[in-house]
């Protein structure tokens, strides 16, 4: 199994746009043997559609935040995207690993921190 590996930036895989359409937000924890082993989450994983990219989802893995966008709901973000009224996140230093395994490009992400870009009560 070949695996190439470069690292880029968002705009890099998102036709040049710094910020990413918000989809979903969540929680990782520690699994050991495929069980979880603690309560407290280890870091978020926000989702994002690329809209320079089709719409390609992506998940930005940020260690160390927990609830970094406290100020929006799950209920608001499914909201917005069923509504079409989109809700823009910018990522603090956002780095991009693209892969090439078995001939399919996988994306992973991580960065240091989130914010919103459009989103008003």
Known sequence: MAKNKIEVSLP???NGIDYAILTGKSFAYHY??????DETPTCEKIDVALQGNRFSPLTVKIDG????????????IEASCTNMKLIAVRFTDCKIALYSINGSMVMSATA???ELVNFKK
């Open 112 to 114: 240091k921190g989130v």
């Open 65 to 76: 935040m927990i609830d970094s966008l406290p100020e929006i709901s799950d209920e608001e």
């Open 12 to 14: 890099a895989v998102n």
């Open 32 to 37: 050991e043997n495929g069980k979880r082993t």
